[in-house]
């Protein structure tokens, strides 16, 4: 197997379709699960389009014992019922796109269930995106924190923030019809909720037009 088609992954919470574009074109996948929580990712956050434009829904982790915590070890927070937050900010954006009706009974368990960890729930979550979009992979998982890597690593490059992103010549964002293209121009590089919920079937067509060359 060439090293090109290996790639590893942090963890993400409806990941962003750049991050699912990696699922779909390369051959071997790893998700890190021994390294440190990182905030103000996607480890625990992720973007959709509201009626007001971009939003960013995030996930509440307990406060973590000293400076550092594995993210297999973080516990989501439930103190504040974001769950709720998170399904009526889902419904506002997307009750009237194509798709919703259809694909919605899929993601409810992960707004009425209480999962301890949060790398739990996001690996639930990764799982059934990719079968509702019928992306048949083998995740798999560290055993040990990888730091000599011969995998295309995008562990923290994939990331909501500018300054941590470096440019990626294999993700060519597609355009797609989003809720309200008639209010805003469109907005690359979302949760791939929001590709699944306006284009449905289609959704595994336009994160394929989305990749480059792996080599």
């Known amino acids: 197997m060439k090293q090109c088609n290996n790639v590893i992954l942090s963890i993400a919470y409806f990941p962003p379709i750049q991050y699912f574009s990696k699922i779909l074109n390369y051959e071997s996948i790893i998700i890190e699960q021994h390294e440190n929580y990182t905030k103000q990712s996607y480890r625990n956050r992720c973007e ?34 974001w769950q709720a937050i998170h399904l009526k900010s889902l419904q506002a954006a997307y009750l009237s796109s194509p798709f919703y009706e259809y694909y919605t009974d899929a993601f409810r368990v992960f707004f009425e269930k209480k999962f301890t960890f949060l790398f739990d729930f996001n690996i639930e979550i990764i799982q ?63 949760s791939v909720l929001d590709l699944l919920f306006n284009e449905g079937p289609n959704a595994e067509n336009v994160l394929r037009q989305s990749y480059g060359n792996l080599c």
């Not at 007001?52 to 307990?62: H, M, R």
């Open 48 to 81: 959709i389009l509201s009626p007001g434009g971009k939003q960013t829904l995030s996930i509440p982790v307990e406060k973590i014992s000293g400076n550092k915590q594995l993210i297999k070890d973080t516990k989501i927070d439930y103190k504040n019922n």
């Open 128 to 190: 059934t995106l990719l079968s509702e979009i019928q992306i048949k992979k083998q995740i798999n998982f560290s055993e040990l924190f990888i730091s000599d890597c011969k995998f295309s690593d995008f562990r923290n490059t994939i990331h909501p923030k500018k300054k941590f992103q470096i440019k990626d010549i294999n993700f060519i964002p597609t355009k797609y019809t989003q809720v309200f293209f008639d209010k805003f121009d469109f907005v690359p590089n979302l």
